[in-house]
Structure formats: C-alpha cells, structure tokens
C-alpha cells in the first residue's frame, strides 16, 4: 500500500497466466489425522483425547524403558514420539475453543485443552523421562554426526529445567499447580473478550451513517423503529471509525469497542499477572518478562525494551509531523483544536489521504470482493511455490468452513481450511491455526503426518446481492495470514514432530506474515486479481500507487501505537503485579509513545487478547517487520521472481525449528541481519 502516483489511465493488463490448474472439487479426499475430528460431536472430541493421551503415557513409558546403549537416533526418535498422539487433538481442541458454533463442543473443547495442559505439565516436570534423555551422550562421534537430533535433545533439556524439573517436590506440585490454573484463566479471559459483542444504536438510522460506503450501509438495514445498530465486531468498527463523519457515534463505538471484556477481564488479567509472576519466581527468574524472553532471539527484557526504545525514537520526527497534518486537518472543522483523540484518529488520517494523496480507500473497495481476493491469494501463493491447491467437499464444524489440499507434482503435502467470516461466540480478529504438526514416516510413525491448519478470520461474506467487498487492509491481513500458513505448511516435512511446523524462536513467527504483505501491495500482483465487481476492469496501477502511499502515511503514528502495546506488555510482565493498576499503567505510558490522550471510562487491558497468548511478548510484531524487511530487500522489483521464492522456501520456511532463526535469516541473506531496510522504509 505505499506509494504515490499520478492519476493516469488505468493500465489494460490481462489476468496474470498460470500453470497452476485450477481448484477442482474432490468426492473422495484422502484421509488425514483430523478427518475424524472435523465434524465431530463433545463425544467423539472427548474419546478421541482420551486415546490420544492414554497413547501418549504407553509412549512415554517405552522411552523411560529403554535400555543403555539404544542407539542415539533411535533413542531420539522414541522421545520425539511421545508427541505424536497428542500432535492432532491438540490443535483441534484449540480451534474448536475458539471458533466451534456448538457451546458443547466448545465447552468439551476447553475440558480437553486442561487435561492436555495437564499432561504436558506433567510430561515437562517427569523426572524420569528428564534423567533417560540427560543419560544421552552429546559428546559421542553418533550424536556429533547428527546436528539437528542433538540440538533437538539440548533444547528439550533446557525445556525441562525451564519448567522446573530440577526443583524440590514442593516446588514441583505447586510449579503442576499454577500451570493447570494458568489454562484456567487464559480460557477465561478469551472466552469473555469473544462473547462480549458490544452495540451502538444510531437512531437516526441512514442519516447517523454519512461518510460509509453504500454497501456497508446496504448491509445494515434499519430496524422497525428506523435504527441502526453497529457491533463492535471487526467488520462493523474499521469501517465505522474510517468513514462515519459523526464523531459523537465513532466516540461511542470507540469506548464499546476498548470496554470490551469489562469488567470480569480486569480481574481476570490481575489473577493471570500475579499467577504468571509467581510462576516465573518459583522457577528462579525475577519476572514473567524475563522467563519469557530467555528462549527467544531478544533474549531478556532489557534487550527488548532497548529494542522497543530505538524503534520509539527512528520514529520520532514522522510521528511528529503526521500528528501536525492530523491537527491541521481537524482544525478545518473544529478552530483551534489541540489534541486529536483516538476515536477521531483514523477518521483523520482517511481525510488527510483524500486531500493530500487524492485517495479514498472506498476507491478501492470495489475492486476487492472476497471471491476474487481469496482466489487471487491461492493464485499467487500456488505460483510463488509451484504448489497446487484443490477445493475438496468436506464436511467440517460449520457450513462456510473449506477444505483444501495442498500437492506438488501430484503428491499431497498438506491440508489446510478456510473460517473466513463472522459468526456468533467466533475468534473476533485473524489467525492462523496450527491443528497438525507433519512430519515425515518413520519408526514410531510408519504413515508419518500431513501438516493440517485453519485460517480463522473475519471477512464480509458474500450475499446474491452483496460481493462483500475488502478494505484493502483486509486484503493484506489475507496475505498475512497466508505467510503463517505457507511457513506451517511447508515446514512440515521434517523427520521430528519437535522441530516441524513453526517451531522456531516465538519471536520469529511473524518475519514470514509481514513479509508475505508486500504481496499485497505490488501492482503486478493486484492487477492478476483485483477487478471492479461490476466492470470488470483490474484495478488502476495509479490508484494502486495512491494506495500504497496512503498506507505509509501514517506509519510514525502505527509503529508508535505498536511500541506503546509492546512496552505495555512489557511493564505488565515485567515486575511484580501486586497492587497494580492495569489501567493506570495505560495512562502513564501511553503519552510517552503516542500524543492521544487515554478515554477515560475505557480499558484497552480487558479486550487486549494478546496479553493471555503473547504474554510479554507485543515487541515480536516490530522485532520481525525489521527481519521481513531486510529478507525482502533479497526479492527485488519482481515479486513473482520463483527462483528467489525457492531459496526463500529452502533456507527459511522449510527447514522449520531445526535451526536457529538468526542461522536461518544469515543463511537466506548471506550475512546478519540489520536495521538497514527497516530504517529505510521508515524513512520513505
């Protein structure tokens, strides 16, 4: 989306030519681990676990039984097993949790999710499955031979000592104790963010909504008494806060929106800080943020917030200049204004693009109805990395959901599923599901495993009179999740469950999903796409150019609002909570990174569903935009270059948690990584 360009014709180019066939509905697809689940009831969801983890112990204990001198590889592939049972229900329970339109299978889908917390608790503080894997000798000529099963067992070592395995008795049961809560109150605090859908009624009906887009409003139809009501649901609160010209209305659905989770989040988040603090203690850290840290890239907290303090002051004089343009432009409507409150922010910044860059993004909804960007997306995916994906006819947990199959060269490689819009009780915002971890056949699993995984987002669904047309946000959220996807997928071919799939450090998972967005803001590949619903004409490379530019306005003010979230993750996280004000921290921070002042009567903290999942963690979405950045810079002008894709697919998607993320990064540039690109691109 950056940009600017002059308002020439648009350019006539045909839909890009592909050799990838296209998708084809399968009567008879090939059964993989999770077909059992997908459409299953809280019985059979429940059964299934309950195998899974009765597999899991007999599992467990073949490898605590075997006997001195087991060859390496065959001890480590027997350690490696003891997740293969739980590698499927585990990531169904977790979708289900999130997404299941049945509270049963949701409510069975929770129960599962504790007892296997509870199992890997257990398995994580066993001391004799810990002492069996320690007798492994490193040093011998078998293990030096293998670099990726002695990085795999040396890790797994310092998993068990990082959960407490080496601690007394009391500590242990209190360590079993404290993580079976954790589960819990994350449960909790989910739970609530997801059920509590807010609403604001404009009485008025049509005449509150100026400034939205006609098919927006169309999809809002009054209510007997001539009313509209908007939800703070995603697809209702973006559009809402960009167009509506009523500031009263965006200031109501602003403070419904950051009230989310209020008030049973406030006290849910104080119990799931001071359990994750007491945690951190019991294990010899002096807070969760540091316990956090310790295995990621950063390291420790003070190195993160190092990190979040430099990429504060590179931004410092465009925040400044972007927030003058914003005053400027306010000033027009309201004389002598001095501070520009959030609720009026991206109203704002869409009348800056308009005056300043000529760019509306209701310009471009038109060219971007859901059908076409979904296909566009697998078009260019399948392109990028000679893959074809076919539509199969499954039956899943909800008639939207759909199933596709990932094959090269006729071989299947994966499976993955489409939840794509809103729903009652859903996930509210975007993410990729890993549901199977693949790997490829070996001893302990002769069929080996299909790597499976779920897109969950919350998209218009199309209607016979709606095509429910994408802000162009969305349309990069689409390829965002794709890269999760994509690195999932192709990552699972190894020949270890523990080092399949995304398993690198947590801080490098979003490098492959911000990179994958520049896709989304390339002309070329737009235009292979993105036609008017009704011309038919692709979109114009000029109104792409405008795009783009639009959306790097603005990006001092959306990396500072970032470095606020990641610092407040930190503070939260990083000391003790007692007597804590999760809200105070929100007004004493928030004017050290952003010049918007806090509304009061609202609590970003309860609906901040990061705070469960990230922890202390926020910093990683700028840590990897610096790495995507600096990978993108080895792409060059042509993004359909599949050479470079192939070297990217090599050395960093497929190789999974078998190495080091900095290795993989070096490995892929040829030299450490940098600041160079980012600063650039900040700087543009």
């Given at each position: 989306?950056?940009?600017?360009?002059?308002?020439?014709?648009?350019?006539?180019?045909?839909?890009?030519?592909?050799?990838?066939?296209?998708?084809?509905?399968?009567?008879q697809?090939v059964?993989?681990?999770?077909?059992?689940?997908?459409?299953?009831?809280?019985?059979?969801?429940?059964?299934?676990?309950a195998?899974?983890?009765?597999?899991?112990?007999?599992?467990?204990?073949?490898?605590?039984?075997?006997?001195?001198?087991?060859?390496f590889?065959?001890?480590?592939?027997?350690f490696?097993?003891?997740g293969?049972?739980?590698?499927?229900?585990t990531?169904?329970?977790?979708?289900?949790f999130?997404?299941?339109?049945?509270?049963?299978?949701?409510?069975?889908?929770?129960?599962v999710?504790?007892?296997?917390?509870?199992?890997?608790?257990?398995?994580?503080?066993?001391?004799?499955?810990?002492?069996?894997?320690?007798?492994?000798?490193?040093?011998?000529?078998?293990?030096?031979?293998?670099p990726v099963?002695?990085?795999?067992?040396?890790k797994?070592?310092?998993?068990f000592?990082?959960?407490?395995?080496?601690?007394?008795?009391?500590?242990?049961t209190?360590?079993?104790?404290?993580?079976?809560?954790?589960?819990?109150?994350?449960?909790e605090?989910?739970?609530?963010?997801?059920?509590?859908?807010r609403?604001?009624?404009i009485?008025?009906?049509?005449?509150?909504?100026?400034?939205?887009p006609?098919?927006?409003?169309?999809?809002?139809?009054?209510?007997?008494?001539?009313?509209?009501?908007?939800?703070?649901?995603?697809?209702?609160?973006?559009?809402?806060?960009?167009?509506?010209q009523?500031?009263?209305?965006?200031?109501?659905?602003?403070?419904?929106?950051?009230?989310?989770?209020?008030?049973?989040?406030?006290?849910?988040?104080?119990?799931?800080l001071?359990?994750?603090?007491?945690?951190?203690?019991?294990?010899?850290?002096?807070?969760?943020?540091?316990?956090?840290?310790?295995?990621?890239?950063?390291?420790?907290?003070?190195?993160?917030?190092?990190?979040?303090?430099?990429?504060?002051?590179?931004?410092?004089?465009?925040?400044?200049?972007?927030?003058?343009?914003?005053?400027?432009?306010?000033?027009?409507t309201?004389?002598?204004?001095?501070?520009?409150?959030?609720?009026?922010r991206?109203?704002?910044?869409?009348?800056?693009?308009?005056?300043?860059?000529r760019?509306?993004?209701?310009?471009?909804?038109?060219?971007?109805?859901?059908?076409?960007?979904?296909?566009?997306?697998?078009?260019?995916?399948?392109?990028?990395?000679?893959?074809?994906?076919?539509?199969?006819?499954?039956?899943?947990?909800h008639?939207d959901?759909?199933?596709w199959?990932?094959?090269?060269?006729?071989?299947?490689?994966?499976?993955?599923y489409?939840?794509?819009?809103?729903?009652?009780d859903?996930?509210?915002?975007?993410?990729?599901?890993?549901?199977?971890?693949?790997?490829?056949?070996?001893?302990?699993?002769?069929?080996g495993?299909?790597?499976?995984?779920?897109l969950?987002?919350?998209?218009?669904?199309?209607?016979?009179?709606?095509p429910?047309?994408?802000?162009?946000?969305?349309?990069?959220?689409?390829?965002?999740?794709?890269?999760?996807?994509?690195?999932?997928?192709?990552?699972?071919?190894?020949?270890?469950?523990?080092?399949?799939?995304?398993?690198?450090?947590?801080?490098f998972?979003?490098?492959?999903?911000?990179?994958?967005?520049?896709?989304?803001?390339?002309?070329?590949?737009?235009q292979?796409?993105?036609?008017?619903?009704?011309?038919?004409?692709?979109?114009?490379?000029?109104?792409?150019?405008?795009?783009?530019?639009?959306?790097d306005?603005?990006?001092?003010?959306?990396?500072?609002?970032?470095?606020?979230?990641?610092?407040?993750?930190?503070?939260?996280?990083?000391?003790?909570?007692?007597?804590?004000?999760?809200t105070?921290?929100?007004?004493?921070?928030?004017?050290?990174?952003?010049?918007?002042?806090?509304?009061e009567g609202?609590?970003?903290?309860?609906?901040?569903?990061?705070?469960?999942?990230?922890?202390?963690?926020?910093?990683?979405?700028?840590?990897?935009?610096?790495?995507?950045?600096?990978?993108?810079?080895?792409?060059?002008?042509?993004?359909q270059?599949?050479?470079?894709?192939?070297?990217?697919?090599?050395?960093?998607?497929?190789?999974?948690?078998?190495r080091?993320?900095?290795?993989?990064?070096?490995?892929?540039?040829?030299r450490?990584?940098?600041?160079?690109?980012?600063?650039?691109?900040?700087?543009?």
């Open positions: 989306m950056p940009g600017a360009g002059p308002g020439d014709r648009a350019a006539r180019i045909p839909r890009m030519k592909t050799q990838v066939p296209a998708p084809s509905a399968s009567s697809p059964a993989t681990a999770l077909s059992p689940l997908l459409a299953a009831g809280p019985e059979a969801l429940g059964a299934a676990a195998g899974a983890l009765a597999s899991a112990a007999a599992a467990r204990d073949r490898f605590v039984a075997l006997p001195a001198g087991t060859p590889l065959e001890a480590v592939d027997a490696d097993a003891l293969h049972h739980l590698n499927t229900i990531g169904a329970a977790g979708l289900f999130q997404v299941h339109p049945a509270p049963g299978v949701r409510e069975r889908a929770a129960a999710e504790q007892d296997i917390s509870r199992y890997a608790t257990d398995l994580s503080l066993d001391r004799a499955v810990y002492e069996r894997l320690a007798a492994l000798d490193l040093s011998a000529p078998e293990a030096q031979a293998q099963a002695r990085r795999l067992v040396e797994a070592l310092r998993d000592r990082r959960a407490g395995v080496d601690r007394d008795e009391a500590s242990r209190r360590v079993r104790a404290l993580r079976e809560e954790l589960v819990l109150i994350g449960q605090f989910s739970r609530t963010i997801a059920s509590d859908v609403t604001v009624t009485p008025e009906g049509r005449a509150g909504l100026e400034g939205l006609e098919d927006w409003i169309a999809s809002h139809p009054p209510a007997a008494d001539g009313s509209v009501a908007v939800t703070t649901n995603p697809t209702d609160f973006l559009p809402f806060m960009k167009y509506a009523n500031g009263a209305y965006r200031q109501a659905l602003y403070r419904a929106y950051h009230s989310r989770g209020a008030p049973a989040n406030l006290d849910v988040l104080a119990r799931m001071a359990r994750r603090h007491e945690l951190a203690t019991l294990l010899g850290y002096p807070s969760w943020a540091a316990y956090a840290t310790e295995d990621k890239m950063i390291r420790t907290p003070g190195r993160a917030a190092e990190f979040v303090a430099r990429v504060t002051e590179l931004t410092g004089a465009r925040l400044q200049r972007e927030v003058d343009e914003l005053l400027e432009a306010q000033r027009r309201e004389p002598g204004a001095q501070v520009i409150h959030d609720y009026d991206m109203q704002l910044m869409e009348s800056v693009r308009r005056d300043r860059l760019y509306d993004s209701r310009d471009a909804r038109p060219y971007f109805p859901y059908e076409a960007v979904k296909r566009g997306v697998l078009d260019t995916t399948a392109r990028l990395h000679g893959l074809h994906f076919q539509k199969l006819a499954l039956a899943c947990w008639p959901i759909e199933a199959d990932v094959r090269e060269n006729g071989v299947l490689l994966a499976r993955f489409l939840d794509m819009h809103p729903r009652t859903k996930y509210k915002h975007a993410a990729m599901f890993d549901l199977v971890a693949g790997f490829q056949p070996g001893a302990a699993a002769p069929a495993r299909v790597p499976e995984a779920c969950v987002c919350n998209f218009p669904q199309p209607t016979d009179d709606d429910g047309l994408m802000e162009p946000g969305e349309v990069t959220t689409l390829f965002h999740e794709f890269g999760h996807l994509m690195h999932h997928l192709l990552a699972g071919r190894q020949r270890w469950l523990s080092v399949a799939g995304i398993s690198t450090e947590w801080d998972v979003e490098v492959p999903s911000q990179l994958y967005e520049e896709w989304s803001r390339d002309v070329s590949v737009l292979s796409f993105a036609r008017h619903h009704v011309t038919g004409e692709p979109i114009p490379a000029a109104l792409v150019a405008r795009m783009r530019a639009a959306a306005y603005g990006k001092g003010i959306g990396t500072r609002i970032q470095m606020f979230y990641a610092a407040l993750s930190l503070a939260y996280y990083g000391g003790d909570p007692a007597g804590l004000d999760s105070e921290v929100i007004r004493r921070l928030k004017p050290q990174y952003v010049p918007f002042p806090h509304e609202t609590t970003l903290q309860t609906g901040f569903g990061h705070l469960e999942g990230y922890t202390a963690l926020y910093y990683t979405y700028m840590w990897s935009l610096v790495l995507a950045k600096d990978l993108f810079s080895q792409f060059g002008a042509d993004l270059d599949t050479a470079v894709a192939r070297r990217y697919r090599q050395r960093v998607l497929e190789p999974g948690g078998s080091d993320a900095e290795l993989l990064v070096s490995d892929f540039l040829g450490p990584f940098d600041f160079r690109a980012f600063e650039a691109w900040l700087a543009a």
